[in-house]
């Protein structure tokens, strides 16, 4: 579980900002400007601190949610 404690921006605002610029790659101030569109005032050089602190973060609780998978595609010929 991924810790917000602290944070001054609701948990849904920053998982939906590094969300977008994860999945769209956009630039941090048009990322600032979209969020704004949103009714949510936040600076570009805090969407890079969020980016740079919770993409790693959500990127690793997605590996331990990765179902395991075989060791060789290939089928065993005995």
Same mark, same amino acid.
């Not at 917000?4 to 921006?9: I, R, V």
């Given at each position: 579980m991924i810790s $917000? #404690?602290? !944070?001054?921006?609701p948990k /849904? &605002?920053?998982l939906y900002a590094v $969300? $977008?610029? =994860?999945?769209? *790659?956009v630039s941090y101030r048009d990322l600032e400007e979209i969020m704004q569109e949103?009714? =949510?005032k936040v600076d570009h050089a805090t969407l890079n601190r969020w980016v740079g #602190?919770? &993409?790693p973060l959500i990127a690793a609780e997605a590996k331990k949610q990765k179902r395991q998978v075989g !060791? *060789?595609?290939r089928m /065993?010929? !005995?």
């Open positions: $917000f #404690k602290g !944070t001054h921006y /849904d &605002a920053i $969300f $977008f610029y =994860v999945r769209y *790659s949103r009714g =949510v #602190k919770y &993409a !060791t *060789s595609w /065993d010929e !005995t």
